[in-house]
């Protein structure tokens, strides 16, 4: 909820006038309850008391009465007049009879005018009544709560035993309603009897007790039946009562002094009333008050409102002060005008710089348009730049297809050139072998020499076309790289050049090697060629001694094949792995110098590396990685 | 503002007022009998019960959630009195009403509720005028007739075969009734009947000479029919000339409290047939009988018991179908209740049969002749 000014006053009278009126209301409403309650209790508890002692007293009158009678009796008066005169003189009784030993009446006084006559009362036999069974034991007195048989309404009755006979009286509980009217305090208090039971025996409407109605649920009836005084609020007849409950020692019964609750309450009840009125006058108080200061308010707001339009307007002349009661308002128009003022200086000094600052926008577009024209310039010429080193990039591109056309071709060709060669080689060494074989006698020694040798550089030209074949057949074979396992791999080559071992003394020395990623035949192919030269050069050493192993170097893991062979001079390393290189003549180790050609060409496809470390005499060792 | 602060204050009362009305309304159930005077014992024990049975179901809850109010109205015997409580009982207006107790009571306020269409359902009444009809009147205990049979059988198993009868002319629709049918009852069988002689217990008679009348000396036994009090002054009157003579007496005439109490020895030897088992030992009942001892300080008698299962009939109707309106249909449907001795069966008119109990008076105490 937004506040406005007629909330704010409503809510600023509303609080400042109700929270203390609540509080004190409150506070005072709680004293006062506990006060009347307190008051209320003693008053009832000192009722109830009073009240039983009068009970106790009155129930005292029939018995001595009846005591009295006895003696008359015992003095030898008639007995049915002595009777007669005692239900005379004391109203309260309905009955009484005079039970002989047997318990059956004999004499009686009765209100006869109830229903019953004399004849049918003589001769009942009430010797199984409970109380008279005690009374004819114990010659006490025994009371009993009960129902007349002449009126069927609650009455007491009492028996008591001399040795002149039993007498068994009926009482009304009429008096004793009486009593408790009496007793009343001005109408303040009400009170009821209930019997043992917690029937009410005794009220000032007689209706009540003839409704027989229980009163044993009432927790402070049930509490004074068990022997103790009670005070609690209960439910009666409807009504909301607060009560006092006191037992009567004789009868067992419980005396309830009550007050209507409303009744009680009433100095609570009007003191709420009046608290409530004050609620509500503090709040339509509060709401006038808020509506009265609010439109005394108004109207300077109104002003100032239209002031501040004005200034909106830039209409600063026609801005007047506004003079009112509230000094506020005065000092609000008052700053509104100084506001005027500054603003207008503001305002003064504000186009003073707009007109700088237009100026200086006018130069910066200038000096814009000046250096966009540079950068358009700059940008043609990176442009153009650009297109020719494009071009340059194309043509190379382009060379480098040619060049890898060329590569191509120059393999094919060099690959049918020495697929085409040796036909005719065959066929020269045919016929050099037919010539010797068929006419070798026929020749000199010389000749047969020369033949010799056409047949020899025939043979030596087969191998070397086998080996440019070979070659050429492993740089155009395609590469699958899979795991291997390069111990294995090694320890197969190794099984194949079984019979170069044949008579020879070797110490093989193959380390574990690890896993490689490579094409298995072409690195079969390494492996066979580098051991195979290994073998072949340490051919002419007593005992030969070859390695096979690996290590990692710079994070790359390098594999070795080392000889103690003829070796050679290191600073020729390199031509050793070009095509027909070699450093020993062919009388000394046979060999194409292809090779060591394919074995490079093999590891350079697959990414790595391959070197060779020598000395003549001393062996050699070979070099190389595989990416891993 | 305050305009609109004064409408959220009256609708905010206006909605717990209305909230308030319909959840918290209770059921309204009527209770007629007669309370004070000389029949009043029926009618208090009566009305205590069906106070603890709607004490016990409301402590249980209610029915659907809704405590049930009871409006107690004492007719004191009157059919006058009793016709303007009923008529108080329905403007109220009250779902049901258990009573009344006296059969001429009854049938006084019986048109007021077929008028009204409200149901009574009766402890005690059991003129054979109602029985087997289609109306708003049910109740719990069997018709007259039953009883008056029951009567006839039990004088001639006695071997009592000459009867001396004498009978109130007040609440006639009972005592009348009930002698009618055991007349033709027991004279059929071979009885015979020595005297008839009637009383109007509010003119006051001498009970003696009434018992004198009788001519006990030609009778085998005598019937008396009576309410509480004049039934036992009558028996102490025939006790007086006749101390064994075997005294059959109407139910309600001595299924009292304080008056056996007072009627001491001379109550020996009176028979009478009840509609309920004081010494059962139904487990609802036993339990009911130490409720109703531990809360009223005596023991539950035939009303009591009569009036429970009274009130437990018109919960059962309600907790079948809670529409007030419907309850006559919804009674008549019901076929069976739950009641303190055992499941009571009910026919298409909501009359019911009961098992019967034969009682002898011996010592201040009922026996059962089985």
Redesign the interface.
Known sequence: MKLNLKRLFFFNNLLTSLVPLLFVGIVSLVILKTYLQREMDQDLLLFARGTVSQITRFIKEPVDAVGFAFREMESGGDRDAILDRLIAAYPYFNSVFLLDVEGKVRHEGFKHDEGLSREDLLGMDLSDVAICKAALADNLVHWRESVSLATGEPVMTFCTSRGSGTILAEMHMHDLGQIINDANRGGIFRALVVDQAGRVIVHSDEAVVKRQENLSTLPIVRKALDGGEALGEFNFNGVGNRGATVKVPELGWVLVTYQDLDKMLAPYHAIRQIMLGGFVTAMLLALSLGRLATRSLRKPFDLLAEDARRVIREEYDTITPISSRIEEVELLSKTLRMMVETVRTRETQLNRTNDELLRAERELRELNLHLEKKVKERTEQLAQANHELVAVNDDLVERERSLENANHQLEAFAYSVSHDLRAPLRHASSFASILLEDHGSEMGDDARALMERILNGCRRMDELIAGILEFSRVTRQSLSRIPLDTTSLVKECLEELKDDLTGRQVELAISDLPESMADPLLLRQVWSNLLGNALKYTRKKETARIEAGSFEESGERVFYVKDNGAGFDSSHAEKLFGVFQRLHTQSEFEGTGVGLAIVANIIQRHGGRIWAKARPDEGATFFFTLPG | ??RSFVVFILSASAVCGFVGCTKNEPIRLGFLGT???????LG?AGR?AV?LAV?ELNRQGGINGRTIELI?K?DTGSPEIGAQAMTELVAVPVVAVVGSIASTVAKAAIPIAEKARVVMVSPTASSNEFSNRDDYFFRVMEPNFLFARHHAETALKLGARRIAALYDLQNRAYTADIFAAFKEEFTRSGGVLTKEITFDSAL?P????LAESLELSKADAVMVLAN??DA??II??I??LNNTIPIISGACGIAQR??V??????LDNIIFTMPVDLQSSAEKYVRFKETFQK????PPTMAAVLAADAAEMVFSGLRKNPDAGKLKETLSGLGTIQGLQGDLTLNKYGDPSRTLYIYRMK??KEEVLR
């Open positions: 503002m305050l309370i004070t005077g000389k029949s009043g014992d208090v205590d106070t004490d107690v004492d006051k001498s009970f003696l000479h509480s009090a036992i002054t102490q009157q006790r007086k304080d008056l109490q007072q009627a001491g020895k001379s809360r009223f300080g005596y010592s201040g």
